[in-house]
C-alpha cells in the first residue's frame, strides 16, 4: 500500500485527488499540507488525516518518511519548485497541470524529464477520459485513414461570474496563462497524443474582463491573464488544427467539442459525455453521411489516480502523461502567447 501525501488541499485535491484516491486500490491518503490553516485543518478532520500528518511547511511533508509519493496541487507559480524538492527527496510525484508560469521556469526539470530519477506523472486529466482513450485506439488502427485536421473547441462562461475574486488564477506571475493554462493546456496535450507533435501555431488571445475586485477588498485589480485564445496549428505530420478556447462563452456552462477528420471517417466526442464518441466510419457510414454515436467500451476506464498508483505500484501505465509531456505543452503555452503578441506564426522545433 503506497503512502500518499498532498500539496495544496484546495479546489482540485478535495474535488478530484482525495476522491479518487479514497476509491482506488494500492494507495492511501497518508498526509496533506496547505499554507490556508483553516482549510488545513478542516480536510485533515474530514479525512481522518492525524494532526501530525497535517503540515502547514510543504518541505516537511517531503521529509516525513511516512510519505512514499507528492500529489502537487498549489498555484502554478510552485509547481516546478515542489516538483524538484520532491525528486531530490527520492520521492515520486504527481504534478498538476500546467507544469508552469513559462518555459523559462518550467525547463529546471529538463534533465529530469530527459532521465527521471523518480516515477513521475502529470495531471493531464483528459486522458483518462475513456472517450479520449478509445479514440486513441481507433486512431492508432488506422481506422480513420490518413488524418486531414482537427477542430477543437472549449466553451465556458466562467468569466462573467460575478462574484470571482482577482484571485492566482488572473495574475500572470501566479498563473502565467489564464483559459490557456487552466482549460487550453488539457486540449493541447490530447492533440499532442492523438494527432502528433506540433510544429508551429498562429493565436490571437484577449482578456475581455478586465477588472475584478481584489480578495478580501472592494478595490478593483487588473486581470493579467488570457480570458480566451482562438489558435491555427499545424501539425508536423501535415494535420492543420484549430483551437477556440474560452471562458467568455455565455450559453455555454462547460462545452468541450473534439472533432477529428481523416480521408476514411471522422470522431467526435463532447466530454461532457465521456463515455460516448459520435463517428461516421467505413464505408456504409460515409455514403450515408451521417454522423452516429456508439459506447466506449468499458475497458477504457481508469482514475487519474489509479493510474498514478499503478505507476507508484511498478504497474504497466498506457498512455501515462509525465513531466516531459508537461514540458512540451508549457513550450507551446509560451508560443502561443508569444505568437499573439507578435501576431505572427511561431515555430516550436
Ligand atoms: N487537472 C485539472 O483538471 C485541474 C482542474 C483544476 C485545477 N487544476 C490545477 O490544480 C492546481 C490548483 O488549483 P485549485 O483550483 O485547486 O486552486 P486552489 O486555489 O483552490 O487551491 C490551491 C491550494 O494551494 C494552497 N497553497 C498555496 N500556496 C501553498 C504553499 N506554499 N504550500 C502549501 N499549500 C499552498 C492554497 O492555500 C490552496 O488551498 C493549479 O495548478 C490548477 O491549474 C487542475
Known amino acids: 500500500m503506497v503512502n500518499i501525501g ?9 474535488s478530484t485527488h482525495i ?8 494507495g492511501q491518503l497518508c498526509a496533506i499540507c496547505d499554507i490556508d490553516k483553516k482549510r488545513l485543518r478542516q480536510t485533515g478532520k474530514k479525512y481522518h488525516i492525524p494532526p501530525e500528518l497535517q503540515f502547514e511547511n510543504y518541505l516537511d511533508l517531503i521529509n516525513c518518511e511516512k510519505v512514499d509519493a507528492v ?47 523518480v516515477p513521475n506523472m502529470m495531471c493531464f486529466s483528459y ?5 479520449v482513450r478509445y479514440a486513441k485506439e481507433i486512431l492508432d488502427k488506422g481506422m480513420l485513414g490518413k488524418i486531414i ?45 492523438l494527432i502528433g507533435e506540433m510544429k508551429r501555431v498562429c ?16 478595490e478593483l485589480g487588473a486581470v493579467e491573464t488570457d480570458d480566451y485564445c482562438n489558435f491555427l496549428v499545424d501539425f508536423e505530420n501535415g494535420v492543420t488544427g484549430t483551437f477556440s478556447i474560452t471562458r467568455c462563452a455565455i450559453g455555454h456552462n462547460n462545452t468541450i467539442k473534439y472533432q477529428i477528420f481523416g480521408t476514411k471517417g471522422v470522431i467526435s466526442f463532447d466530454l461532457t459525455r465521456t463515455d460516448i464518441l459520435q463517428v461516421c466510419l467505413g464505408e456504409i457510414d460515409t455514403e450515408s453521411c451521417g454522423m452516429h454515436e456508439i459506447k466506449v467500451p468499458k475497458r477504457f476506464s481508469i482514475s487519474q489516480e489509479q493510474m498514478f498508483i499503478d505507476l507508484l505500484n511498478g504497474k504497466e501505465c498506457s498512455l501515462l502523461p509525465t513531466i516531459a509531456d508537461g514540458l512540451k505543452c ?19 522545433i
Open 6 to 14: 498532498i500539496i495544496g488541499v484546495g479546489g482540485i485535491a478535495n
Open 330 to 348: 508549457q513550450k507551446i503555452l509560451d508560443a502561443l502567447l508569444l505568437s499573439s503578441e507578435n501576431k505572427q506564426w511561431v515555430d516550436l
Open 19 to 26: 476522491p479518487q484516491i479514497l476509491e482506488s486500490n494500492g
Open 127 to 131: 486522458r483518462f477520459m475513456p472517450a
Open 149 to 193: 485536421s482537427v477542430n477543437v473547441e472549449y466553451l465556458k462562461s466562467s468569466a462573467f461570474s460575478k462574484d470571482r475574486r482577482l484571485e492566482w488564477r488572473f495574475i500572470k506571475k501566479y498563473a502565467g496563462t489564464g483559459v490557456l493554462g487552466d482549460l487550453g493546456v488539457h486540449l493541447i496535450d490530447m492533440a499532442q497524443l
Open 71 to 117: 500529489e502537487i496541487c498549489t498555484p502554478n507559480y510552485l509547481h516546478v519548485k515542489m516538483a524538484q524538492d520532491a525528486i531530490a527527496a527520492g520521492k515520486a510525484v504527481n504534478v498538476e497541470k500546467p507544469l508552469s508560469v513559462n518555459f523559462g521556469e518550467a525547463s529546471k526539470l529538463n534533465s529530469f524529464a530527459a532521465n527521471p530519477t
Open 203 to 218: 493565436a490571437t488571445c484577449g482578456i475581455v474582463i478586465k477588472e475584478r475586485p481584489k480578495e478580501g477588498s472592494k
